[in-house]
């Protein structure tokens, strides 16, 4: 057996939390078969960080194949195309109530980080390896930053994280596992509503995931070939209210932008289309439009609870009939869930499954701690320290928004000047009074 930096490794646990994602199972059996190929033991938690921040050594005990499952080869052969999570997962999220480094230093705040480690350390884990958004990668830095603080000499776990975000709005990697294939399945239900407004000589307004940036929405804007898209990245003073300055989102222009886009399509003979709006466009808008969706702990709205489709759907019809005097249906429909454990392409696959054994290669070739796996260029593997990509003040990870002077906004506003009717013809419009 070659001799590694990481040899002192020997057994590994995989963690993976948050929502679902395409290529999932990919990155969790390339990653185990890596280590297991080279002799040493890996063991999977269920359900993220759900029962490991629950743990204690009398009281809440981790049973094997209840709480994890100390995997073999059978467990994880034939599984790179498998939808869904092996592991399960969930939105455990140890050290939520850490704002800064120095809360770490009170046993309260920190506590469900010491049950983390405390479990990883009797269980005898030399390496964990995290799956994960930007949040899982603040759980991560959070567990170097404990450790960091414990007296000399005690027990070490080397952490390594592999990104994970359908929203690709992750810093520090081109593309996620999961983007390609869940840009792919909305894109095709973008082409079906296209079809369907044809039809019926109606709009469609799309609402789709993508709380902070507008990865998602554009790419299934332009694959699905619709009509205009929004996201956050194309708030300006066009678009907010007036006299305010904190930049809200005004849904008055919102809605008079896409009636805009309606009447011209209207002037160029076609009566339907399509319009993609990222969901974050909810979390922009006044305090007083969304006072009654719920917040999580870190006072981030529900998006889902705003349903930012319908609130447009609604005012955009009654500013189109206040214009035409006329009756235009506007459909809303909500775009997500449904592309989450969709069946993986190839090309997630080979992502998911390089960024697997880059964890690896990493911990036990590279013999790094507090890195993240990236890749760039024809899937070369990098390795990204957790200090470039969190920040140290406020412990959180910057957002990569769409530039916009980049080529890929250009390439999305171009394409909707040159939409055209839907197939070689479409049928005349309908009177609607």
Known sequence: MPVHKGDHIRRVAIIFSGGPAPAANAVISAAAVSFMEDGREVIGFFHGYTNLSHYHPVTARLRVDEHYRVLQQRDVRGMRNRRGVMLGTARDNPGAEIRCLEDLDDPAKSATLRAVY????????????SIGGDGTLRTANLLVEYQARLPQGATKVAICHLPKTIDNDY????FAFGFFTAVDFMAKEIENLRADAAATSSWFIVETMGRKAGWLSYAVAIAGEADLVLAAEDIDASLTVDGRQDGALSLEKLCERITDTVRQAEQRGRHDGVVVLAEGLAARLPPEAVSGARRDQYGQISLGDVNLARLVSVRGMVIYAERTGQRKKLKPIQLGYESRCALPHAFDVMLGSQIGIGAFRALVEEGLDAHMVSVSGQLDLQYMPFSSLIDSQTLLTDVRYIGRDS????LARFLEKRAEPHGDWTPGRRSER
């Open 407 to 410: 080529d890929l906004h250009r």
């Open 118 to 129: 405390t479990a990883l350390v009797d269980l005898g884990i030399d390496a964990l390896i």
């Open 171 to 174: 810093r520090g990697i081109d």
